[in-house]
């Protein structure tokens, strides 16, 4: 897959122009109230499938989000990591992993298309395999501050005199 997806998302938008849909410029819908329904892209990554079974369904509206990833959430992990109380090796190969993603500042991380029908949101949520494993990274540092947090106040003051 291509480590930028900004090419793609050019490419998108005019296929959909060309198809005659709307395009409604949003942020991701993945996270929306209504029941999703997710393509699956690593089976079928090609996004005019997803356009087709759109126009099957008689879909003129199109939901069209993309995410360009920014070095602030590198600086805003880090900072989450300097929380955490980790062995050595295990702190130095999480930021090995996050200053590597810095080479990626400014690229659209991914795309997302989206359509209602019947009640139903139907996602095509496309990343490229780096912002993938990003994604992983942040939210491992993310459970280990949890677990910093909840080790703090889980039942302190409570003991048994058995």
Known sequence: MKQNLDGLKAEIEQHLEQAGMTVFYSHARSLDSAPAVFWDCQQHPDYREFLQA??????????????????????????????????????????????????????????????????????????TDWYRELTEVLGEIEVLTGMDDDEDSSIGGYFSKN
């Open 54 to 127: 759109a126009k099957a369904a008689d879909v003129k509206l199109v939901v069209f989000h993309q995410h360009e990833f920014t070095a602030e959430q590198i600086d805003d992990a880090m900072d989450q990591l300097h929380e955490c109380d980790l062995p050595r090796e295990d702190y130095r190969d999480f930021e090995r992993r996050l200053k590597e993603a810095r080479a990626y500042d400014g690229f659209v991380c991914e795309i997302e298309l989206s359509f209602t029908h019947q009640g139903s949101v139907f996602v095509f949520d496309l990343r």
